[in-house]
């Protein structure tokens, strides 16, 4: 699992002595690398300044976490879905995450603004999701 963003490659890998996985931020103009570790990741996408990690709850069957994240790896902004998430994928404004038979998105940013205020105060965007019949 791979995406390119903002100078920065983000890949994803399974390191033998751990049961959670690798993910790299590596931003490939200044050579500088960061790392971050989630368990059971299942998708990237990336798009723009942004990338999204995607990764099944542990606790609760059917339920998957979307994390959005910046350039050096930090958790921006996340939202929870009940569907499985076989196709993700990403633009500047939109998450759109299909399952067999239900479309997911989630316009995460206004055109032009920040995703979350200083201090995280601010809108995470309308999300929404229908089935494919509909």
Known sequence: MWGYFSNTLVF???????SDMC???WDVTVNEKHVKYMKRLQK??????YCILVAKNED????????????V?????SKTVTIEPKHVAMSKTHVIIASD????YWHYRQKNS???????KGKSGKENAFHIDE
């Open 12 to 18: 994803a890998f399974r390191k033998p002595e751990r």
């Open 23 to 25: 993910i790299i931020f």
């Open 44 to 49: 990237i996408a990336s798009c723009d300044e």
């Open 60 to 71: 609760e069957p059917n339920q998957w976490y979307v994390v959005l994240c910046n350039a």
């Open 73 to 77: 790896g930090c958790p921006v902004d």
């Open 101 to 104: 038979e239900v479309v997911y």
């Open 114 to 120: 920040n995703v979350m205020a200083l201090g995280g």
